[in-house]
């Protein structure tokens, strides 16, 4: 439930109502807004009477809030959460341009990577150490060490890391990852999201293959609800009957997860495509839509990538994209 004051209601003047709520064993998370304060009740509502608290003075209106996410919830928090990575922002207007290779491979590629797309403008480096692989057979990423040639990297450029966590087990390896990235198949993995909410540095969450949009935002309130409130979300495509791409770009997911959460919102066109030439026109959608950056996939030599080949672009191409992608951001600032 939400309650939101009147306009011009002070701190003195609310606090007997927040004391009343409190006592009513309801946790209330006040959210100052620069036009209307609104306060989050959280806990069991049912006893409180709506119409009376609607009738004081100082209540604007009383909103019953039927969805099942708090913490992530725009209407408790109505402005833009900013995600920061070092320098680097994300959400509330800044854009965020993450890339680098489905995994690392050496340290002689990542490095070269991570030069060419910070070049581009990037400003965080991607590259999986523990990959997700569907066959048990394929190249399951240089795990630890990968870890350290991404660290190497980021020496060398100072690009902060983004890197995908599989497990709880490997919580320690991941002290020094910049953002931690949830993989898709791993989006309802509730122990894994219950450990990340006790850490107190930026996840990036991906949602599922075949997931809703509740159901995205349900993992970032376990997150949340451990206390970090760092929370990427990346619609990264999802299975449909689309035959000529891996999965299909659900890009109105940007504005309607806008409308429901404040966290930012990232596109990843590369595995929502698995073409690389898919890539910039769907990078492009997505700026002109409003998403809050981009994750893509560069290789220095798709040709011989150990995974994900056909979808990563080449630097150069990734230089191209990143110019367009300006550009249409400069239009849609119109
Ligand atoms: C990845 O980013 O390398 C990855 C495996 O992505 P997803 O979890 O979206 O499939
Ligand atoms: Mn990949």
């Not at 910049?178 to 930026?202: C, E, S, T, W, Y």
């Amino acid at each position: 439930m939400i309650v939101i004051l009147k306009h011009g209601v002070n701190q003195d003047m609310r606090q007997p109502l927040v004391d009343w709520l409190e006592a009513q064993k309801l946790k209330v998370h006040v959210s100052e807004g620069e036009f209307q304060t609104v306060l989050g009740l959280v806990g069991d509502t049912r006893q409180l009477d709506m119409d009376l608290v609607g009738s004081l003075d100082i209540v604007d209106s009383v909103k019953q809030v039927t969805d099942p996410f708090k913490c992530c919830n725009r209407k408790f928090h109505p402005a833009d959460t900013v995600v920061e990575v070092g320098d680097v922002k994300i959400g509330g207007g800044h854009f965020a341009m993450i890339a680098g290779p489905c995994s690392v491979e050496s340290e002689e590629q990542i490095v070269t990577v991570a030069k060419a797309v910070k070049a581009s403008g990037a400003q965080l480096l991607r590259g999986g150490a523990f990959k997700p692989r569907t066959s048990p057979y394929d190249f399951q990423g240089l795990q630890a060490t990968g870890l350290e040639l991404l660290k190497i990297a980021r020496q060398e450029t100072g690009l902060p890391i983004v890197t995908e966590i599989m497990s709880i087990e490997h919580l320690d390896l991941f002290a020094d990852v910049d953002v931690i990235q949830v993989g898709a198949r791993n989006m309802q993995n509730f122990d894994l999201l219950r450990h990340l909410g006790q850490l107190r540095k930026p996840i990036l969450l991906k949602r599922g293959l075949a997931n809703t949009l509740k159901e995205l935002l349900m993992s970032a309130e376990y997150i949340m609800a451990g206390g970090n409130e760092q929370v990427i979300l990346c619609e990264r495509g999802i299975r449909t009957f689309g035959d000529y791409t891996r999965n299909t770009l659900d890009l109105a997911a940007v504005p309607m997860l806008h409308q429901l959460t404040h966290l930012p919102v990232i596109v990843d066109p590369s595995h929502a495509t698995g073409r690389a030439h898919l890539v910039e026109p769907m990078a492009m959608a997505a700026a002109a839509c409003g998403a809050d950056g981009l994750i893509i996939e560069v290789h220095n030599d798709p040709l011989h990538a150990l995974c994900d080949g056909a979808q990563s672009l080449r630097p150069e191409q990734y230089d191209v994209l990143a110019e367009k992608v300006r550009r249409i951001r400069e239009v849609s600032a119109l």
